[in-house]
């Protein structure tokens, strides 16, 4: 008779019959670490830092040294690092704690609790046009010589101590001037209240025949007036539609070239390039039939999920956008599940885990999982995040979170987690993945040996049989083992050491399953009728 065999363990597949399974999958698996082709545990979550109760946001700052602040929220919130060659704060953006925000170093982590203080993410707009009086021109040096006439007209903008400028105020109605007279210009309006550091005031003016604002001058913030004596003007004025981002802007997203993206309302609102102040209203990007729920990032491309089907937008810059809408009608139901990985991006739909990368869309957990399976997890409660190439989804399925981990390339098993987390961070630049578990912020991967679980697939025997013996290999005991047959709990032993050993007897059976549990690697586990047969498996 043939010896089984149980190795590869490739995780568990709940969609196919458990008696047509493949021999390296199984109908269980519980705190496996994939990728080594044996049943290994992942190693507990160790504790790094605590975090004040009710986060379900965190956020590691301070990624240019070795000291770990941490950054929490209540709500969901959103954060990208500011691309900026020049800055030495970590200066960073984020959503959804209130109006669009952004912190460094400096205000961030003056004291704890993290983030300390922040300011708009966003200069305010002046909103009333400059007082003009044109003065009256003095005399022509040479008697009767015409004046020359021109037609102009003025507008302001309110300058910060970063440099930060805002959009223009509304023009001045156009005045008529000889270009000798002295003009004086004011009325520059009150900053808004906030912590905006507006420090300066920069004027800008047109000329005869053009409606493009150029530089004329710039003075301190609060004077009430100044002039314009006929300098020469200086350059185009740049901020003509840089708009603060909207107030409900969310699901803050770093793209490429310096290019920040979020939704507001239905649309999808791009910064100007290196500019992450200024929100143009003209880059929107509004999905047809849909409502935009979460955005993702690989390569140069944004993947926006919707309540319907996605769009991908691709372009070296905000104002040359393309959009594709996909062929894949799977909607977004968590946005927290929504995760960039590099070769793709992964979310929730009601059919199962979705994937969208350079190869293509496709449901990873087809095949794995059936609709009903993935039902079961409460798909609208996944938050999802990145290790080692892998998806970790956390999820809450009415018992208390649990989690599992599946490879969108190559996903042949889905391997589940007795626990999961309402928060998640990756820190990129130390590859490490943080759990939030309570109040505990803990580094995964970095603790004792989890408990790791397996069982195999239903062997159907040509006939009622009864084994006799079987042999766990592992790189070290105790190991737990279980035999079931015919769906019945036959056999538990503890197994302490690589040798054979004998199995009870007085029944047959034609469906056998094997299970085993430890804190140890396991690389297989055999079961024959006779000592001699697993001598020579």
């Not at 799977?330 to 190869?359: E, I, K, N, R």
């Not at 998806?391 to 042949?412: A, E, H, Q, T, V």
Request: hydrophobic share 35%; net charge negative.
């Amino acid at each position: 008779m043939t010896v089984i065999r149980w190795a590869g363990f490739e995780g568990e597949n709940r969609a196919v019959h458990p008696k047509l399974l493949a021999e390296s999958l199984g109908t269980l698996s519980r705190n496996q670490k994939p990728g080594r082709g044996d049943l290994r545990p992942w190693k507990a979550p160790l504790n790094a830092a605590t975090a004040p109760a009710g986060r379900k946001t965190i956020y590691r700052m301070g990624r240019d040294t070795n000291v770990h602040y941490w950054l929490s929220w209540t709500g969901r919130v959103h954060v990208a690092r500011i691309s900026d060659a020049t800055d030495t704060t970590e200066r960073t953006a984020y959503t959804g704690d209130g109006v669009p925000k952004w912190t460094n170093t400096t205000m961030a982590l003056a004291s704890a609790p993290y983030p300390t203080s922040s300011r708009p993410l966003g200069l305010p707009v002046p909103s009333s046009a400059p007082l003009i009086t044109v003065g009256v021109a003095p005399e022509p040096e040479i008697e009767g010589t015409p004046p020359t006439m021109e037609t102009v007209s003025y507008c302001y903008t309110w300058v910060n101590d970063m440099g930060w400028e805002s959009a223009p105020s509304p023009p001045s109605a156009l005045v008529e001037r000889d270009v000798t007279a002295v003009v004086t210009v004011g009325g520059f309006g009150t900053v808004p209240s906030g912590n905006h550091q507006v420090g300066k005031v920069r004027v800008y003016r047109t000329q005869t025949g053009s409606d493009q604002f150029m530089f004329l001058r710039e003075v301190a913030y609060g004077t009430s007036s100044t002039t314009d004596d006929n300098r020469a003007t200086g350059e185009t004025l740049a901020s003509l539609t840089w708009q603060p981002p909207p107030s409900d802007l969310k699901c803050l997203t770093a793209m490429w070239n310096g290019m920040l993206a979020g939704i507001s309302g239905n649309s999808v609102r791009f910064c100007e390039a290196y500019v992450p102040y200024a929100w143009p209203v003209e880059y929107d990007v509004i999905p047809p039939n849909a409502k935009p729920v979460a955005l993702g990032v690989f390569g140069q491309s944004l993947l926006v999920l919707t309540d319907g089907r996605p769009l991908l937008v691709s372009g070296s810059g905000p104002d040359s956008v393309d959009q594709q809408m996909l062929d894949i009608p799977q909607s977004c139901v968590a946005p927290d599940s929504v995760v960039s990985m590099g070769t793709g991006v992964a979310w929730a739909s009601d059919d199962g885990l979705c994937f969208y990368g350079s190869g293509g869309a496709k449901i990873i957990t087809a095949g794995l999982l059936t609709r009903e399976d993935w039902q079961a997890l409460k798909p609208s409660s996944v938050i999802g995040q990145m290790y080692e190439g892998l998806y970790l989804g956390s999820y809450d399925d009415g018992s208390g979170r649990k989690g599992f981990f599946i490879d969108p390339g190559n996903p042949k098993g889905v391997f589940f987690l007795d626990t999961g987390y309402t928060a998640m961070h990756l820190d990129e630049f130390r590859d490490q993945l943080f759990v939030l578990d309570g109040d505990n912020i803990k580094q995964w991967d970095a603790g004792a040996a989890m408990t790791v679980k397996a069982r195999s697939k239903v062997y159907r025997q040509t006939k009622p049989t009864n084994f006799a013996c079987a042999e766990v290999v592992a790189d070290g005991y105790p190991v737990t083992f279980r035999l079931y047959a015919d769906g019945e709990l036959k056999h538990t032993q503890t197994v302490a050491d690589a040798e054979p050993f004998r199995l009870p007897s007085g029944y047959r059976a034609m469906n056998f399953q094997l299970e085993v549990e430890g804190t140890h690697a396991i690389q297989a586990v055999l079961m024959g009728q006779s000592m001699a047969e697993l001598a020579t498996a």
